[in-house]
Structures are given as structure tokens and as C-alpha cells.
């Protein structure tokens, strides 16, 4: 029997009614959760299929379509804006041989530069820094025996969800909050920590049904509180051509992880010890719950069953948590995914300067110019006050603190 199996904390989450007989358990007990937040996780409350109640994890924040950090159990339909055009977006970890004293900090960001591409030029077009302009004929063999195949059903009976970028996406880490990480743990071993998801492939896929939803939705009438909470009835073909588009998004994203870790450990010169974690935390999937099986989309939202490992990382600043979820069912078996933003991306860059952001990442080998501002450590929430928050979704295993940050800017 697990640690998690052995003990279950009590609950920590609050109510918040949103009418109609309609609610959501929040874990946001000392956490930032501002009203335009809470009013959107009211709306995605009231949507008819919603199965129980949604849940809101501590690190939840207003995003396009439905809350960042949220847990929403759906029956007979799905909102495709809920699960975002990041599908498949995740965490990938690996505990090394190595020490923190045996890397040159500087070399070893070089290093994972070099062999995976991160950012973006050119508006994502051609000659764009952050996709392959060759693609290396491993990444190229993968593409063949893993994906062309499916790939090309999918966009045969949906010619528009066909993305401008597929295998030269595959391996590559993309903009924003997507990073590559060394870091050290409690023990004082190196790990390798990976975010990134399915690339321009899952935002083509994720933007197209949902503009299909909205479609639909207008066909019929629905009035709906917010038009991107137009969904696809699990009756329907939109439903099922969406259904294995998805599928097939997370699918890459789980490959676009595992290349980059092999590329890295490779270039860096570092052996596994044999532990890693590996989770997506922007998906959908089936699962049971309460005795009913139910489509659970967790946007921003790590699954996290008694036993289940996570990944549970702060800023480029902060501490990341390796986690074993208690399997709390209030939550349908999930917890945060991150820190979360505390404020906008624009907002960020307004009130932070570059001294600021270098003060914030004193002893991290990362970029700190204007190109990585909207992500300095203060634009988000504080990833302590978030973890307690959660002692009854999760137990600290690991504690990370990263010393090497890769991020892509963009122009």
C-alpha cells in the first residue's frame, strides 16, 4: 500500500455557488482567485453536461474558453475550447547520475540549445528558429512509423485542421511558459525537467473544432454564456473526427517530450538513475468516477490518483515539486499543474524591469532580457502558498530547484 493509500489529509477545498443548483470546489484557500476567474468557472459550471460540479485547482486563473487549473467532468459532450489549443501539454522529468558541481552552467544551456530548437521567428513561417529546418532523420523515422499514417486520416476527413508545421514541431519546445530545466533535488542529484506540448499541430487542431463547435452550437441555438464553451454532443461526427484528432495531439505531444529528453541527456553528457515522471496536464481522457465513466478535461490540471507521480513546477525562479497524488475524488483525482499566473502576460511586462526579472533569477543560467519578461517569477502566483493549498490532493516527493532555464523568446 502506497504512502498516499495510508493517509488521506482532510479536504481543503470551498464551495463557491454558482446558482441554479450549480457549484465548484475550489482549492483556494490563501491563494489569489480574482472575480473574473470565478465568474468564468461559474459559467463553465452551468453547462448542462457537466457531471457533479467543476473543480478548481489553487493555481487556477482566467483563460481563453474555460479557467486555467480547472477540472471539468463532462457527460455526452465536450467543449473543445476547454481542453485549449495546447493539447497535450505536459511535464517530463528524469533524475540523473550527476551533481550539480559537475556541470559548467553556461556550457550546458549551450548545450540544450543546440540541439533543440525553442522560440519562435519569422511568425512561425519559414526559417522560424523554433522548428527544424532539416528535420534529423531519427525525429523524420518516428514521424513515419508513428504518425503519418494517422495524421493523414484525420486530415482527409477534416482537410482544415491540417497544420502548416508537423514533424519539423517534433522535438522542438515552443514560446511562453514552455521551458527546459536543470535542477537540483533534495539528495543533490540533477534533473532534467521538460514543459511543452503538441506544438503547431495541436493549436491547428484544438482552433478548428473549435471553430466547429461554435458552428454547431449556432445551427441549433444554444445561447451560451461565453461562445467559446460551444461543444461537440458525443453523438455527432464533429465529435468523433474531434475525439481522435485529440487523441493523436496528445499522442505527439508525449513524443515531442521524450525526443527533446533523449536529445538533452545526450548533448549534456548525463546518465538516468532510472526515476522519471511523465504526465500531460492540457487533455482529456475517460475515466471513472463516482461510478459513472466520464470525459474529464483537465485545462491546466495534473491527474493525480492515489499513486499517481506529477509535476508541479513554479517560475524560473521558483522550486518545482515532483509529487505522488492521495487520490482525492472531491478534485475527480487531480491537482495543479504549476504556480499560475498571477497576472496577465501584458501586465507583467508593464510592471516589471529586467533588473527586476535578474534579481528574481539570481543564480539561474536563463535568458533575462524583454523577450522572456511576461514570464519573471513575480508574474506568477507564489508556488509555496499554492502547494498548501493542495496537502490533500498531493505529498511532496522531490524538491526541485532548477540552476539551468531554457526558454524561447519570441520576436
Given at each position: ?233 458525443k453523438d455527432t461526427d464533429e465529435f468523433k473526427s474531434y475525439w ?168
Amino acid at each position: 500500500m502506497s504512502t498516499a493509500q495510508q493517509s488521506r489529509p482532510a479536504p481543503n477545498y470551498d464551495v463557491i455557488d454558482a446558482g441554479g443548483g450549480k457549484f465548484i470546489k475550489a482549492w483556494k484557500r490563501g491563494v489569489l482567485f480574482d472575480d473574473k476567474t470565478i465568474e468564468q468557472l461559474k459559467a463553465t459550471a452551468h453547462l448542462p453536461f457537466v457531471f457533479k460540479w467543476v473543480a478548481a485547482m489553487p493555481d487556477a486563473h482566467w483563460g481563453l474558453g474555460s479557467t486555467v487549473g480547472s477540472v471539468i467532468p463532462t457527460q455526452g459532450a465536450i467543449c473543445p475550447a476547454a481542453v485549449g489549443v495546447d493539447i497535450g501539454c505536459g511535464m517530463f522529468a528524469v533524475q540523473t547520475t550527476a551533481a550539480k558541481s559537475d556541470l559548467d552552467f553556461a556550457q550546458a544551456r549551450k548545450s540544450i540549445e543546440r540541439v533543440v530548437p525553442h522560440g519562435r521567428t519569422h511568425r512561425g513561417g519559414r526559417g522560424d528558429r523554433g522548428a527544424w529546418g532539416n528535420v534529423p532523420a531519427p525525429v523524420q523515422d518516428i514521424w513515419d512509423a508513428e504518425f503519418e499514417a494517422a495524421y493523414e486520416d484525420i486530415c482527409a476527413r477534416d482537410p482544415h485542421a491540417r497544420a502548416m508545421n508537423t514533424t519539423n514541431h517534433l522535438g522542438t519546445l515552443g514560446t511562453g511558459n514552455h521551458f527546459i530545466e536543470l535542477a537540483e533535488d533534495e539528495a543533490g542529484k540533477v534533473w532534467v525537467v521538460i514543459h511543452s506540448g503538441s506544438r503547431g499541430l495541436g493549436n491547428k487542431i484544438g482552433g478548428y473544432f473549435t471553430e466547429r463547435a461554435h458552428e454547431l452550437c449556432a445551427r441549433w441555438f444554444i445561447h451560451l454564456p461565453n461562445k467559446d464553451l460551444a461543444y461537440l454532443p458525443k453523438d455527432t461526427d464533429e465529435f468523433k473526427s474531434y475525439w481522435r484528432a485529440v487523441d493523436f495531439a496528445q499522442k505527439f505531444a508525449w513524443q515531442n517530450r521524450l525526443v527533446m529528453m533523449e536529445s538533452i541527456l545526450k548533448a549534456v553528457g548525463l546518465e538516468r538513475t532510472g526515476e522519471q515522471v511523465h504526465s500531460h496536464h492540457n487533455y482529456v481522457a475517460w475515466e471513472n468516477h463516482f461510478g459513472q465513466n466520464v470525459m474529464v478535461t483537465r485545462k491546466g490540471a495534473v491527474r493525480a490518483r492515489a499513486g499517481d507521480m506529477g509535476i508541479i513546477p513554479g517560475s524560473m525562479g521558483a522550486r518545482t515539486y515532483i509529487v505522488e497524488g492521495l487520490g482525492s475524488e472531491d478534485s475527480f483525482c487531480s491537482c495543479s499543474h504549476g504556480a499560475g499566473r498571477a497576472m496577465s502576460r501584458g501586465e507583467a511586462i508593464r510592471r516589471f524591469t529586467l533588473a527586476d526579472h535578474a534579481r528574481a533569477t539570481e543564480g539561474v543560467e536563463c535568458l533575462k532580457d524583454e523577450s522572456v519578461l511576461d514570464e519573471t517569477p513575480g508574474a506568477y502566483k507564489d508556488i509555496e502558498t499554492v502547494m498548501a493549498a493542495q496537502t490533500d490532493l498531493v505529498r511532496p516527493v522531490h524538491v526541485l530547484k532548477q540552476f539551468v532555464c531554457v526558454k524561447g523568446g519570441k520576436e
